[in-house]
């Protein structure tokens, strides 16, 4: 055939012993069999391919002698591809493709002329598909994604079957040859958006992404050390496929069991699934318990500090907040004591062994704090508004923004300690503008807020009925927003 890769059996040995060494990595194999009377060279990486499908592949093919009696090379090489046994064959035709199959998994079959084809005969190690810890619903879909990158487009093509559905293979890295796939609704996604998620790929040099979708992150947007998340990750695919049809992007990472979701604003990431398995008013109330709780764990901590410092400023009706006891320790530094305890606690409880994490927390959060009061060195009201703070914080669905709330609140807290009440609207209009300054992949991030959308604004905050007719939403610029067509 004209295919031929190598001159010679012998010369793809070679290659091969020049790539991996000469027994230097144990996964590396090749084997000399014999198929029928013919010599062939087997090439894959052991743990990766199915060896009893490969197995079965070529014991059946064992039996098929009369194809190849007495056949020429040339007839040989077309007989292979034409009657082997299996959906999955392509013909190799360079040394690149050559070493990219065998590191994903392919075994590779090199004939006794240099042609080589190459079998999809995968098995990659990893788990089963189940639903994601940080994205749990009621009711719903128990499948989530895993570290597998041909599952998770399984699990997206079961939801939307229809041929709009489109998977762009990339490759990204220069050594670790990280597979990418770029999902989108053809139609419904903007062309300017998927061009720039593909020139940035294309762009990226660097020697592996071992962090997988952190790592694109950072790549793809120059995040630099910008506190607020420019992406939103889900681990369900219900919601990954919702997102496609609104005209957003996914990005798929393999070896990652969370999906990039692009473009995306601040309101993304205060959504839940669980808000549409309810009913739209039950919908619309979890919804803006979840924006006003966001609001809180933001403000309420330095606003209670303000009005136990400037009891000047504080109403009648309300003068009983603040700490009736200070302490001996200042009241801004029991806070933000007690404000990074509680992210250590966090810490402490993800590094802690499932089985002791919540004896851990108890002991914790009782008894050095019940401690701590009775010594003196906190006050009780400080206790409580620093763990109904938290408390907030974790009622937010995005990790990455809980993060990014604790981190702007300890900054107005610290604002308001210095400046007192000008202190805290400073610094609440610095964390504004700078919301409203950011603008990835050309998206106003505090859209519907800013710029000012009343109807958009009005679906954020009301889960409307799906038997409404809901158009694409305006900062996916979709070149088709009626999603009724």
């Not at 890769?5 to 069999?33: M, P, V």
């Not at 749990?136 to 599952?151: A, C, H, P, W, Y």
């Not at 009622?395 to 702007?408: G, H, R």
């Amino acid at each position: 055939m004209t295919d031929t890769l190598f001159t010679s059996i012998r010369e793809g040995e070679r290659w091969f012993i020049n790539q991996f060494g000469e027994d230097e990595t144990y996964d590396a194999t090749k084997r000399l069999i014999h198929l029928w009377d013919k010599e062939i060279l087997l090439l894959y990486m052991n743990g990766l391919v199915d060896g009893e499908v490969l197995t079965t592949l070529m014991t059946e093919m064992q039996y098929r002698n009369e194809l190849f009696t007495g056949e020429s090379v040339e007839n040989i090489d077309r007989a292979m591809m034409d009657y082997f046994p299996y959906h999955s064959l392509e013909i190799v035709k360079d040394e690149d493709q050559l070493a990219k199959a065998i590191l994903s998994g392919l075994a590779v079959f090199i004939m006794k002329d240099g042609f080589a084809f190459a079998l999809d005969v995968r098995s990659y190690p990893g788990r089963n598909p189940e639903e994601p810890d940080t994205e749990k619903v009621i009711r719903g879909s128990r499948d989530g994604f895993t570290e597998n990158i041909l599952t998770n487009t399984a699990l997206i093509r079961r939801r939307l079957r229809t041929t709009e559905l489109r998977f762009e293979m990339h490759e990204t890295s220069v050594k670790g040859k990280t597979d990418i796939a770029i999902a989108f609704m053809k139609g419904a996604a903007n062309e300017e958006h998927l061009n720039f998620v593909r020139e940035r790929l294309d762009a990226l040099k660097t020697d592996g992404l071992t962090m997988t979708d952190k790592s694109l992150e950072e790549f793809l947007f120059k995040q630099g050390f910008h506190p607020m998340p420019f992406v939103r990750y889900t681990e369900r695919a219900d919601i990954c496929a919702a997102h496609l049809l609104e005209g957003h992007i996914a990005i798929i990472v393999d070896t990652s069991p969370s999906v990039i979701l692009v473009p995306v604003t601040l309101v993304h990431h205060l959504q839940h699934a669980e808000e549409y398995r309810q009913a739209p008013l039950i919908g619309t109330f979890i919804r803006m318990v979840r924006f006003i709780g966001t609001f809180l764990s933001l403000v309420m901590l330095p606003f209670w500090y303000l009005m136990s410092i400037e009891k000047q400023f504080v109403p009648e009706a309300i003068k009983y907040i603040g700490p009736n006891e200070w302490g001996e320790v200042p009241l801004f530094v029991q806070l933000f004591v007690a404000d990074i305890g509680i992210e250590v606690l966090r810490m402490a409880a993800i590094h802690t062994p499932t089985p002791l994490s919540t004896a851990m927390g108890l002991v914790a959060a009782i008894v050095i704090g019940q401690v701590a009061i009775d010594v003196g060195l906190f006050s009780s009201e400080v206790v409580l508004y620093v763990a109904v703070s938290a408390i907030f914080t974790f009622a937010i669905p995005s990790f990455e923004l809980s993060i990014t709330t604790k981190v702007f609140r300890i900054f107005l807290l610290i604002s308001t300690a210095l400046l007192g009440a000008p202190g805290f609207f400073i610094a609440l209009a610095v964390i504004y503008y700078y919301l409203c300054s950011l603008k990835p992949m050309n998206v106003p991030y505090l859209w519907p807020f800013t710029p000012f959308f009343p109807k958009a604004l009005l679906r954020v905050l009301i889960r409307f009925p799906m038997t409404i007719d809901d158009p694409r939403p305006f900062i996916t610029n979709s070149p088709n927003r009626d999603r009724m067509s």
